[in-house]
């Protein structure tokens, strides 16, 4: 089992920035990717960007340039930093770890809000 904990949402105007954090703790060394995934309101959920365990990393168009994900392994913590961020940004954002033996483990999700 794995356990994901979200934190670093919030409230932010637009063009400001965010930085997103995921702590694993568990079986963290099944897992082999990570990543955020993101919910707006009358949509469904989203990828927004993803991390391997050798540092490849994966972003939707939507935020490449201003989205940076990154992996603190001896932390077992995964960071999605957001810079201009816009309206259409606003969702709840989730953290998703891949486990090697095939289980999907899903945070709680941390909302994050901008106001134009």
């Known amino acids: 089992q794995v356990q994901l904990v979200e934190s670093g949402g919030g409230l932010v105007q637009s063009g400001g920035s965010l930085r997103l954090s995921c702590a694993a703790s568990g079986s963290i060394f099944s897992i082999y990717r990570m990543g955020w995934y993101r919910r707006a309101p009358g949509k469904q959920r989203e990828l927004v960007a993803t991390?391997?365990?050798?540092?490849?990393?994966n972003y939707a168009d939507s935020v490449k340039g201003r989205g940076t994900i990154t992996r603190e392994n001896a932390k077992d913590t995964v960071l999605l930093q957001m810079n201009s961020l816009k309206p259409e940004d606003t969702a709840v954002y989730y953290c998703?770890?891949?486990?090697?033996?095939?289980?999907?483990?899903w945070g709680q999700g941390t909302q994050v809000t901008v106001s134009s």
């Open positions: 991390i391997s365990s050798s540092g490849l990393t």
């Open positions: 998703r770890a891949e486990s090697i033996t095939g289980d999907d483990y």
